[in-house]
């Protein structure tokens, strides 16, 4: 079996380029269960696949770490 894949995508404010999104990838990737970050400086998407769905806090504050912030649902 391949396991189980849990695809989240949320909203951070404050990406506005290529460097900005690589450093919001890199933060989250450090979380356990994270399989792959694909962040888009665009829209400020960003799409995570996990192996179970990760606490919410965890990973605004993983952005926060980076100098960005979540978007309020």
Do not use: Q
């Amino acid at each position: 079996m391949f396991g189980k894949k849990v695809k989240t995508v949320y909203v951070v404010e404050g990406m506005h380029c290529g460097h900005c999104a690589a450093k919001v990838e890199g933060a989250i990737k450090a979380l356990d269960g994270v399989k792959s970050v694909k962040a888009d400086p665009t829209s400020g998407n960003v799409e995570v696949v996990s192996s179970n769905e990760l606490e919410r806090s965890l990973v605004a504050e993983a952005v926060k770490s980076v100098g960005f912030a979540l978007a309020e649902d």
